[in-house]
Nanobody
């Protein structure tokens, strides 16, 4: 089992920045690829970004490419999501997720462990 706890969400004006963190506990963090997803009210959970276990491979949704940056520190069991140039459309609950398999995936169903989420609200 892996437990994931997100933090860093909040209220920010459009154009602002936030950095989300996701701390893992339980099994060896570096064994897992990680992803961030988000879910806005009334919408399905959507893929935001993927990072491989080593941090060497990343994939971003087109909607956040160039604005968001994912990174991980395996020594601290933490994955980060730096979000810049935020837009009202980025408003959602953000979830980090761990994937046992190393291959890239955008599908929420292919991630094995989930955090409880952190709310990000971007005002116009």
């Amino acid at each position: 089992q892996v437990q994931l706890v997100e933090s860093g969400g909040g209220l920010v004006q459009a154009g602002g920045s936030l950095r989300l963190s996701c701390v893992a506990s339980g099994r060896t963090f570096s064994n897992y690829a990680m992803g961030w997803f988000r879910q806005a009210p009334g919408k399905e959970r959507e893929f935001v970004v993927f990072i491989s276990w080593s941090g060497g491979v990343t994939y971003y949704a087109d909607s956040v490419k160039g604005r968001f940056t994912i990174s991980r520190d395996n020594a601290k069991n933490t994955v980060y999501l730096q979000m810049n140039s935020l837009k009202p459309a980025d408003t959602a609950v953000y979830y980090c997720a761990a994937r046992t398999l190393s291959a890239y995936s955008t599908l929420a169903s292919e991630y094995d462990y989930w955090g409880q989420g952190t709310q990000v609200t971007v005002s116009s």
